[in-house]
């Protein structure tokens, strides 16, 4: 994710404390008794993971069914640039028998080509063609272009109508005035009416878009981390403090996407982070055992 990137000498200068829980957000007060935790990453073809992740000898053709016995979700990053229905299929394939959720990217036609316009016929696409995951669906997100502004409200609006009514998705807002207060207090008003949510991502040079804001019970983060700077593991510890008193505050779902410019080291945040969970809060998500 080159969103909101740090070089290595800026890194020490950023404040990375994370925010406290915005007021617009919604939670019923009722610790949940069973949160669903999906912790993954962003690809799965990644050659470097034969070793420490894959096992030796692995061949890129079985890469992704090694992944789905690894971990229990993927952001699925390639329904972004094509929808394949057959390819859809096979992934679906892929994961028969284990439970693990893909969660598609939708389409840059909708989101960045026609930036929300006139997308009815493309948004039934989109929903038609991720069904094709069947159990494997997981909650969909989609990225808006930093330059699409609170000037296209009325689009947002329009979109969101389109979506069936619980339709698991989340949208990730960039344009920094989306976050100036009285118009994020609008946003999430629409949003948490269509039972919607607004993608939390954690980037070093964007705070603004770290709104800390849930308008359903499901959050959905994409952590960005920093070639495995201390900070990456201590920014890490503190959302497991987060998420334990979201779960207490009554959130349900949580999805929890590693991202490293160097890919090779995502799955080593995703081991520590799997393991702090598992610790804290008592439950079972599968371990990566890593191989040094």
Not at 71 to 84: A, D, M, V
Request: charged share 25%; proline share 5%.
């Amino acid at each position: 994710m080159k969103f909101g990137h740090v070089s290595g000498e800026e890194i020490g200068n950023v404040d990375f404390t994370l925010p406290d829980d915005h007021p617009e957000s919604f939670f019923s007060g009722i610790s949940h008794p069973d949160p669903k935790i999906f912790v993954g990453c962003g690809k799965w073809g990644i050659p470097e993971w034969v070793g420490p992740l894959y096992p030796e000898g692995t061949k890129e053709k079985d890469y992704l069914s090694q992944y789905v016995q690894k971990f229990n979700s993927i952001e699925l990053n390639g329904t972004f640039y094509r929808l394949s229905r057959s390819s859809l299929e096979k992934w679906a394939e892929e994961a028969s028998g284990h439970d693990f959720q893909y969660c598609p990217k939708w389409s840059q036609r909708i989101s960045h080509f026609k930036r929300l316009d006139d997308v009815e016929e493309n948004t039934r696409y989109f929903i038609d063609s991720v069904a094709l995951l069947g159990d494997h669906l997981g909650c969909s997100f989609m990225t808006l272009p930093p330059n699409f502004g609170p000037k296209h409200i009325q689009r947002v609006n329009d979109f969101i109508n389109l979506i069936p009514e619980k339709y698991p998705a989340q949208i990730e807002f960039r344009h920094k005035d989306w976050f100036e207060a009285s118009t994020f207090k609008q946003l999430a008003s629409a949003l948490r009416e269509r039972q919607l949510g607004a993608v939390i991502t954690d980037v070093a040079l964007r705070r603004d878009v770290l709104h800390m804001c849930l308008t359903t019970e499901t959050a959905f983060i994409r952590f960005n981390g920093y070639a495995l700077h201390p900070t990456d593991f201590m920014r890490l510890d503190s959302w497991v403090d987060r998420l334990e008193r979201w779960i207490k505050k009554g959130v349900a779902k949580i999805y929890f996407f590693m991202h490293q410019q160097n890919e090779e080291h995502t799955i080593v945040l995703c081991d520590y982070f799997i393991n702090k969970i598992n610790d804290r809060l008592g439950l079972n998500l599968p371990a990566l055992n890593l191989q040094k």
